[in-house]
Each structure stands twice: as structure tokens, then as C-alpha cells.
């Protein structure tokens, strides 16, 4: 009889676990929305920002070296009256004077002045597409952190309201004389267990939540 009660708790006992173990956060993510918190992280978060106007500075100073070349040039206008000219100030020449000069150390210059600018246009790109695979696996990362605790939340409290059943069925039956005083202090010590395991799991929620937010520069409330 006790051999047979023995195996009779040991199989619920593996059926428990083995239902447990069958349990999995994988169906709780969403490909979809966690492409949207990614897209909505590389549009808020500060860093993305500061990457983006690198590149638009690299930009515009490409375009100004470009528009530059006119100043590797230099004109000038000289009037002469013919009535003008004296001996103590001779012109040689008179009427109307039209020069150019042409800076050549600085056209030497200018094609390696521009080589560079786009080569650091180059490499602000290059660093914000670094920075977008790993903001996106930051992403991903706590997302998968915040699913997990909200699972884990979840099943304590379905622990909880369990234990919290069980804890005023004992109790009842504790106040007719039907259980023993000792029984009823484990069922009560367990049920503080639980509720302490719950308010855990509720920080640890919480936290992931905040650290998931803080890369999206928004509420998960505010993003659908």
C-alpha cells in the first residue's frame, strides 16, 4: 500500500515538472512589435541622433570645399585717369586695370582637402551602422529580459492566488480542530514565501521594463 502510494506521488510529481518544463516564453514574442521597438529606438535614442548629424556635417562641409574652388581665384579692378599721371607718380599704364591671381599651393591642396572630407563622411557612416546592430541587439536583448520577467511575474502570481486558496482552506479548517497547528504554520510560512517571491518578481519587472524604455526614448504604453 505504501509502495503504491509512493508511485502515486512520484508520477504527479514528474507530471508537474514535466508540465512545467513544457512552458516557454517563445510564443509570448512578437517579431513585429520588436521590429518596431528597434525602429523606434534608432529614431529616439540620443546617440542615434548625434550620428546622424556627424553625417550631415561631413555633408555640408563636402559641399562647401566643393563650392571653395572659386576662392583659389582672385580678381581685381584698377581705374586710372590718363590726367592722373605725374611725374612724382608715374603710370605706365592708364584707364581701366583688370587682374586675376591664381592661389597654386592651394589648388594643389584642395583635391586632398576634399578626398578626406568624404572619407570622414565614410567614416561617420560606417559608425552609425555599427551603432544600429548593436542598439538592435540591445533591443532585443532586454526585450527578451522584459518578456521573461513578465512571464515570470505572471506565473507567481498565479502561485500566489494558488497558495492564497489552499492558505484559507487550511485555515478553515485549522479553526474547526480538523488540522494540526504545526501544518498550518508551513501552509502560512509557504504562503509568505510566495508573496515575497511575487513582490520580486515585481521589481524585476519593473526594472526591465525602465531598462528596455530607456533605449526607446518612450513608454511601452505609447508604442502600438
Not at 516564453?25 to 528597434?38: F, N
Amino acid at each position: 500500500m505504501l509502495r503504491n502510494k509512493l508511485i502515486l506521488l512520484l508520477f504527479f510529481v514528474f507530471s508537474f515538472f514535466a508540465s512545467k518544463a513544457q512552458e516557454s516564453v517563445l510564443h509570448e514574442i512578437s517579431v513585429q512589435y520588436l521590429d518596431l521597438l528597434i525602429a523606434t529606438a534608432k529614431a529616439n535614442y540620443p546617440r542615434m541622433k548625434t550620428y546622424g548629424k556627424r553625417i550631415n556635417i561631413a555633408e555640408t562641409n563636402i559641399k562647401r570645399l566643393k563650392i571653395s574652388w572659386f576662392d583659389l581665384f582672385s580678381f581685381s579692378f584698377l581705374y586710372s585717369p590718363n590726367n592722373t599721371t605725374t611725374l612724382i607718380n608715374p603710370s605706365i599704364l592708364n584707364g581701366y586695370q583688370v587682374g586675376m591671381y591664381v592661389n597654386i599651393g592651394t589648388i594643389l591642396q584642395k583635391p586632398y582637402a576634399v578626398k578626406q572630407a568624404k572619407s570622414e563622411l565614410d567614416i561617420a557612416k560606417y559608425e552609425k551602422n555599427e551603432y544600429e546592430l548593436n542598439i538592435e541587439a540591445q533591443v532585443k536583448e532586454r526585450y527578451y529580459l522584459y518578456v521573461q520577467s513578465l512571464a515570470m511575474l505572471k506565473l507567481k502570481g498565479s502561485s500566489v492566488t494558488d497558495a492564497e486558496s489552499s492558505m484559507k482552506q487550511i485555515k478553515y479548517r485549522y479553526e474547526k480542530g480538523e488540522e494540526t497547528l504545526e501544518n498550518y504554520n508551513n501552509v502560512m510560512l509557504a504562503y509568505t514565501g510566495y508573496v515575497q517571491s511575487k513582490i520580486e518578481a515585481e521589481t524585476t519587472f519593473l526594472i526591465a521594463k525602465s531598462n528596455l524604455e530607456e533605449l526607446l526614448g518612450k513608454k511601452l504604453e505609447e508604442i502600438k
